[in-house]
C-alpha cells in the first residue's frame, strides 16, 4: 500500500470528510477522482483480492440479557490502514438473536479521556467527528455492494446510512429506540475510559433496504467494524478487516470481511 504522510492525510481529508462520510465528493473533485479510480480499478481490485480475507464468527444468543453474558469471541479493531500514529484499543462482538429477530452488536474502545471528542448531540449529526465506532455491513454479499452503517459516539448518538442502489446516504425517519443504545463507562487507570456501546439492528429494518434477506443460522453477511475520531485530539481510523485505499474511508464495501451468522 502506498505510505501517504499524517499530513497529507490530514489535508486530503478535511476537504473530503462530508463527503466521505455521505459516500461523495463535491462535483469537481469528484469528477478528477473517478477519472483516477477507473485508471486503478483493475489494479487495484488485483490487491484487494490479496488480501487477507477476515471470518467473523457471531454468536447465537435469544435475549439482550443473553448478549450481554455472551463468551462470543472480539473481533479486534487493530488495523491501521493509513499509519497514524495514534490506535486506541478497540474491538467488536456480534451475536444473532433469531428470537427476538435481530443481530445484537457490543463495540468498545478504550482512550483517554484528554483524547477524546463527544460533540454531535443529534441523530445524524456528524458523530464521526467524534471519538466513534462504527459497525458496517452487507446483508446480501452475493447480489452486490450494498451496505448500512450504523455510527456511533461515545454518549450514544447514532448515525444510520443506507447504500443500496436506491438510497444513497443517511436516512431520517427511523427511531433510535427501535436499536435499544446502552451506553457504558469503565473508568481505568492512567485517566483513561473504557467507553462501551451496544444496541439492537432488527431484521425487519434490515429487510426495509433490502427485501431480499433472510437469515438462518450459519448465513454469510459480510462488514467491518471501525474506531475514527476525525476532529479527536489525535486523528484515527482503524478497522477489523484491512482496507486498501489511498486515503481514510470506510465506505468500502470491498474490503470488507465475511461474518457467519
Known amino acids: 500500500m502506498k505510505f501517504i504522510t499524517a499530513v497529507r492525510i490530514r489535508r486530503e481529508h478535511t476537504a473530503l470528510a462530508a463527503g466521505r ?10 469528477k478528477r477522482r473517478a477519472r483516477t479510480l477507473l485508471k486503478q480499478q483493475t489494479r487495484k481490485g488485483r490487491r484487494t483480492e490479496m488480501m487477507e480475507k477476515k471470518i467473523y464468527r457471531a454468536g447465537q444468543v435469544n435475549s439482550a440479557e443473553a448478549f450481554d453474558c455472551a463468551e462470543t469471541p472480539w473481533a479486534q479493531i487493530a488495523e491501521n490502514p493509513w499509519g497514524l500514529a495514534y490506535a486506541p484499543a478497540a474491538r467488536a462482538r456480534l451475536c444473532a438473536d433469531f428470537q427476538t429477530g435481530g443481530l ?22 456528524r458523530v464521526w467527528e467524534d471519538s466513534c465506532l462504527e459497525f458496517f455491513f452487507n446483508p446480501m454479499p452475493e447480489s452486490g455492494l450494498g451496505y448500512l452503517n450504523f455510527e456511533a459516539n461515545s454518549l450514544g448518538v447514532m448515525l444510520f446510512g443506507v447504500h443500496n442502489g436506491q438510497v444513497d446516504g443517511q436516512i431520517g425517519d ?3 429506540s427501535d436499536f435499544r443504545m446502552r451506553v457504558l463507562y469503565e473508568a481505568l487507570a492512567e485517566n483513561r475510559t473504557r467507553w462501551t456501546l451496544r444496541y439492537f439492528v432488527p431484521f425487519a429494518y434490515i429487510r426495509r433496504w433490502f427485501g431480499g434477506f433472510e437469515p438462518r443460522p450459519g448465513m454469510r453477511i459480510a462488514g467491518n467494524f471501525y474506531k475514527c475520531g476525525d476532529l479527536c485530539p489525535q486523528e484515527h481510523y482503524l478497522s477489523w478487516s484491512p482496507i486498501d485505499y489511498p486515503q481514510p474511508s470506510f465506505h468500502r464495501p470491498e474490503c470488507f470481511g465475511d461474518i457467519l451468522l
Open 21 to 30: 462520510r455521505r459516500g461523495r465528493t463535491e462535483p469537481a473533485q469528484g
Open 174 to 176: 427511523v427511531s433510535e
Open 104 to 125: 445484537w452488536v457490543r463495540l468498545e474502545a478504550v482512550e483517554r479521556r484528554g483524547d477524546m471528542r463527544a460533540e454531535a448531540k443529534e441523530t445524524n449529526g
